[in-house]
């Protein structure tokens, strides 16, 4: 489940990872190359459910900013 801080409601947090999953589904759907490490890694937006699954979320290397510079990651 997901870490709730003191004084934030559950659904405070749902609503978090409903707008990364949001966000997440623009980068795929712009072809933006996040979303090609996200292929790689087999993760799609809807398997970020909680604050366990941001772990599959891949990480952007400076090789990755440099491959794609300058407008590629914008």
Same mark, same amino acid.
Do not use: F, S
């Given at each position: 489940m997901? /870490? +709730? *801080?003191k004084n934030e409601k559950l659904c405070d947090v749902e609503a978090k990872y409903v707008g990364l999953r949001r966000i997440l589904q623009q980068l795929v759907d712009r072809k933006h190359p996040y979303? *090609? *490490?996200?292929? #790689? &890694? $087999? +993760? /799609?937006? #809807?398997?970020? /459910?909680?604050? &366990?699954? @941001?772990p599959l979320l891949p990480c952007t290397t400076k090789k990755d900013l440099l491959n794609n510079?300058?407008? $590629?990651? @914008?």
């Open positions: 997901a /870490r +709730v *801080k979303a *090609k *490490k996200m292929k #790689e &890694a $087999g +993760v /799609r937006p #809807e398997h970020i /459910r909680n604050y &366990a699954d @941001l510079y300058p407008t $590629g990651w @914008l």
